[in-house]
């Protein structure tokens, strides 16, 4: 067991010492690595490759959406206009009918209007007409004593209420 542990720590010191040879072997390399801070440019351009595939990716996920999202509401757009074209023939018979309601609904309401008013107005010439019968009864009343005296004068006599 302890071998195995031994085994796989010289393996990335193997690692970094053939990578430092290898920019060694490179005139200028490491010194442009330390102007660099120790950021490795072909790192960074990878990351960026990568990131710049992972947004791309991302891109195509939306559009493929937004296709399907398009194709569900055409979809519901054929429908609709499917629905519109079953109605439109019944829609078209009741509307003349309903217009024509429509109309003699105003004109029955001006009707009851009328009636209303009248009605209205009733109670008013009712008041009168009894005020006029009686002024007429009391200007009858000469005329009753007149006919009263001119029926005794022919042998009648008078009827009491």
């Known amino acids: ?6 085994a796989p720590q010289s393996e990335p010191a193997a690692e970094s010492s053939s990578h430092t040879a290898s920019n060694s072997s490179i005139p200028g390399v490491n010194e442009l690595l330390g ?6 440019p072909v790192m960074a351009i990878g990351r960026m ?7 791309t990716g991302d891109i195509v996920q939306s ?11 055409n979809k519901v757009a054929h429908r609709v206009n499917a629905l519109l ?3 439109e023939g019944p829609v ?3 509307v003349p009918l309903v217009q024509a309601s429509a109309k003699q609904a105003k004109s029955t309401l001006k009707k009851v209007d009328g009636v209303i008013n009248q ?4 109670p008013a010439d009712v008041t009168k007409a009894v005020s006029t019968l ?3 009864a009391g200007r009858l009343g000469p005329l009753a004593q007149f006919a009263e005296v001119a029926g005794g004068m022919f042998g009648m006599k008078p009827t009491s209420n």
């Not at 102007?35 to 490795?40: D, F, Q, R, S």
């Not at 559009?63 to 509401?73: A, K, P, R, V, Y």
């Not at 009605?119 to 009733?122: P, Q």
């Open 92 to 94: 078209a018979e009741i």
């Open 49 to 55: 490759v990568e990131t710049v595939m992972q947004v």
């Open 63 to 73: 559009i493929g959406t937004f296709n399907d999202t398009m194709s569900e509401l």
């Open 35 to 40: 102007l660099l801070g120790g950021a490795n």
């Open 119 to 122: 009605i209205g107005t009733l």
């Open 85 to 87: 074209d079953e109605i």
């Open 134 to 136: 009686g002024d007429l």
């Open 1 to 6: 067991m302890a071998t195995k542990k031994t």
